[in-house]
């Protein structure tokens, strides 16, 4: 029954953060999904990072607290085929405008949709009728369709964390009418932005002959379901309790005193082609070309941890990366000063704060971004008195909201290069102003108003949504 606060929730995801993975490593998403199904009770059910021939349909169950832990082992050639093939080889470029990058072959098509399959036989002995269900991300968007194959008439939502493209590009995806059809089987749609609304919405009405009612009800064929904006936010509290308490500590005082007074400016990005970081040490190039007062004066560090090696665009990118680097420091550096600090290894939550903290400079620069939550957390992280100036591409979701930062186009190499000199040189009063701007945005939508808006909308949304009954 919708709107009954005390369903079960379910949430369905690649990745799941077991455990005993602390909150320093598993992130903000995951511990918000950890918390919300610790409160009302629920199952979490995902790959266990396995892979094994003939695998079974029966998922490893185990319980902690008040959250049950269901995880499936996959076949090798089908986890291939879907995780490096269809969502990460066809679907991520897809979605991040870079038809350049996308491969598109049938067998991954086939065993992205087996592993679907596999999925729902597994998810669907576990379910109960009134569960909610909450499906995460690109890697299970025919999940639905896959469970009401099977019977199940509960509610299921998705949530799309990438951009959702226009028309003309979706159209790029040769399964593109038959993705669109398996999104009709979830009752609620949940994108990041306004724009991505419109985009998907674009589709089904021009495209997919679907028509569209007030408040995003879309009606497909014989379906009806809901498209609505979801902008992800970050636990701005932890953020800005951890940044708090980094002050004074043992690695904020050896950051300060590599430093030796120089000005920081951080970027934090999976070392990913979406993030637009041969763009941003191109830029950071061109600042210390044109703008020779911050030679010296100003240090650039990169935290991009390897993502995604199996893919080969990902290995590329990681090469072009390390002679970009190689080359700015070759021509810039001087013996006492290294202009940019390039680290391909992950840290610690409590370590990242510090350095936002005491960046001067955030470097928020993709090609195209879901949202970004790094330009939120370098935000949250800021000395409210004495506070860093965040540059930030008006392609990252996040651009809707943080108004305050300076909006640069990623393509435009000198544009940020002026941004970034721009920033540097901005008196304190705009700063404050700038970041006050940010920081409410950042406050006024966290990533629990985030969980608890979706699943509150899922709760009701079958109710006003009247699909007729299967059988
Ligand atoms: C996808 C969408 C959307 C990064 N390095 C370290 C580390 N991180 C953390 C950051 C941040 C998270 O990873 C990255 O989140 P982003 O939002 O920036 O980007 P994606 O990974 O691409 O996420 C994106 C997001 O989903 C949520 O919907 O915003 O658009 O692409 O929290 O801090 N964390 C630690 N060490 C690191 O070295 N501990």
Redesign the pocket.
């Known amino acids: 029954m919708g709107g009954s606060v005390l369903a079960r929730l379910v949430v369905v995801s690649n990745r799941v953060a077991s455990p005993k993975e602390r909150a320093?490593?598993a992130?903000?998403?995951a511990v918000a999904l950890r918390e919300a199904l610790g409160t009302r009770g629920g199952l979490w059910f995902g790959w266990s990072g396995e892979t094994q021939p003939n695998p079974s349909d029966t998922p490893k169950v185990f319980r902690s607290g008040r959250v049950t832990y269901a995880l499936l082992t996959l076949d090798p050639e089908d986890q291939r085929a879907h995780y490096a093939g269809y969502a990460n080889g066809t679907l991520w470029p897809l979605c991040h405008y870079r038809l350049g990058l996308l491969s598109f072959r049938r067998a991954d098509w086939e065993g992205y949709r087996r592993v679907n399959e596999h999925f729902a036989r597994a998810l669907l002995p576990l379910l109960q009728p009134d569960d909610i269900i909450w499906v995460h991300d690109y890697h299970f968007i025919p999940l639905a369709a896959e469970l009401r194959k099977r019977g199940f008439e509960g509610r299921i939502g998705y949530f799309h964390?990438?951009p959702w493209p226009t028309p003309d590009v979706f159209l790029s995806l040769p399964s593109h009418a038959a993705l669109v059809q398996d999104l009709s089987q979830y009752d609620l749609v949940g994108l990041?932005t306004e724009d991505d609304v419109r985009a998907l919405l674009t589709y089904i009405s021009s495209e997919a002959r679907g028509w569209i009612a007030p408040g995003g009800v879309v009606g497909l064929r014989e379906r009806r379901f809901r498209v609505a904006a979801f902008p992800?936010g970050?636990d701005a509290t932890a953020f800005v309790r951890d940044a708090k308490a980094s002050v004074g500590s043992d690695e904020e005082r050896r950051l300060h005193e590599s430093l030796a007074g120089r000005a920081l400016a951080v970027g934090?990005?999976?070392l990913?082609y979406?993030k637009g970081l041969p763009g941003k040490f191109a830029a950071f190039g061109e600042l210390l070309s044109r703008y020779p007062q911050h030679r010296s004066t100003v240090t650039m560090m990169q935290?991009a941890?390897v993502s995604r090696g199996e893919v080969a665009e990902y290995r590329a990118l990681r090469r072009e990366l390390e002679e970009l680097a190689g080359a700015i420091n070759g021509e810039y550096a001087e013996f006492d000063w290294v202009p940019l600090r390039y680290l391909n290894?992950?840290?610690?939550?409590a370590t990242?704060a510090a350095i936002y903290r005491t960046a001067r400079l955030g470097l928020v620069t993709p090609l195209r971004?879901?949202?970004?939550?790094?330009a939120k957390?370098y935000i949250a992280a800021q000395n409210p008195e004495d506070p860093g100036v965040l540059v930030l591409s008006r392609f990252a979701?996040a651009a809707d909201e943080l108004t305050g930062a300076i909006l640069v186009n990623p393509y435009d190499i000198e544009g940020m290069a002026d941004a970034m000199n721009a920033a540097l040189l901005m008196p304190l009063d705009e700063r404050r102003e700038r970041w006050q701007v940010n920081m409410a945005k950042v406050e006024g939508n966290t990533i629990h108003d985030w969980c608890e808006r979706f699943i509150h909308e899922l709760s009701g949304a079958i109710d006003h949504l009247d699909n007729p009954p299967k059988r």
């Open positions: 320093a490593k992130g903000g998403l964390h990438i990041q992800i970050i934090v990005d999976r990913d979406s935290i941890p290894r992950p840290f610690q939550r990242l971004d879901g949202m970004n939550l790094v957390e979701g």
